[in-house]
């Protein structure tokens, strides 16, 4: 059975970091072969593609770009969203999101990431 298992969320003041986790694991192909993403979504708002990499290319949303990084642990199954230089306005829920080669793509449960003073 896949699970993606996010962690790393919480309160954090403007200015600050915070680096969030996905552990994945129950895939039938090698994780390396998987494209991994990260998503936010705040109430009322659509779930927003905020980071994604597949073969070492990356993709960042404009709003994040130059203050997150994602990376990925192919011997760990793990994918990381390194986050600096919140704002307020990073406040979300943060999906981890895997797409496998052949199909269907798989959702963690969300971690809240607070961005506030």
């Known amino acids: 059975q896949v699970q993606l298992e996010e962690s790393g969320g919480g309160l954090v003041q403007p200015g600050g970091s915070l680096r969030l986790s996905c552990a994945a694991s129950?895939?039938?192909?090698?994780?390396?072969?998987?494209?991994m993403a990260w998503y936010r979504q705040t109430r009322g708002k659509e779930r927003e593609l905020v980071a994604a990499?597949?073969?070492?290319?990356?993709y960042y949303a404009d709003s994040v770009k130059g203050r997150f990084t994602i990376s990925r642990d192919n011997v760990k199954n793990t994918v990381f969203l390194q986050m600096n230089s919140l704002k307020p306005e990073d406040t979300a829920d943060y999906y981890c999101?895997?797409?496998?080669?052949?199909?269907?793509?798989?959702w963690g449960q969300g971690t809240q990431v607070t961005v506030s003073s």
């Open positions: 999101s895997a797409r496998p080669p052949v199909g269907n793509d798989y």
């Open positions: 129950g895939f039938r192909v090698s994780f390396s072969l998987i494209t």
């Open positions: 990499e597949a073969s070492d290319v990356t």
